[in-house]
């Protein structure tokens, strides 16, 4: 088993930064993917961004340009930072990791984009 814990959501302005964490404990061997998903009120959990173990990120079109997702391999981490922050980016933003073919998700930390 696979547990991971996001941290860093908040309450920011638009046009503003924040830096999420995703940190994982519990059975790690090799996580081929790890990515961040995001679920706003009344909308289905969408795709943000993802980075494969050996390969490039993918981003969401409606990020692209304004978000970066990395990964700290020496700690299993998995970041996303976001700049020039949007009202429609307000959301619940899930870290997912895939081990073994095996999805795992976090609790979810809530990103809120308002003045």
């Known amino acids: 088993q696979v547990q991971l814990v996001e941290s860093g959501g908040g309450l920011v302005q638009p046009g503003g930064s924040l830096g999420l964490s995703c940190v994982p404990s519990?059975?790690?061997?090799?996580?081929?993917?790890m990515a961040w998903y995001r679920q706003a009120p009344g909308k289905e959990r969408e795709l943000v961004a993802a980075?494969?173990?050996?390969?490039?990120?993918r981003y969401a079109d409606s990020v692209k340009g304004r978000f970066t997702i990395s990964r700290d391999y020496a700690k299993n981490a998995a970041y996303l930072q976001m700049n020039s922050l949007k009202p429609e980016d307000t959301a619940v933003y899930y870290c997912?990791?895939?081990?073994?073919?095996?999805?795992?998700w976090g609790k979810g930390t809530l990103v809120t984009v308002s003045s």
């Open positions: 519990g059975s790690i061997f090799s996580l081929e993917v």
């Open positions: 997912n990791a895939v081990q073994n073919g095996v999805d795992y």
């Open positions: 980075r494969e173990r050996y390969g490039s990120p």
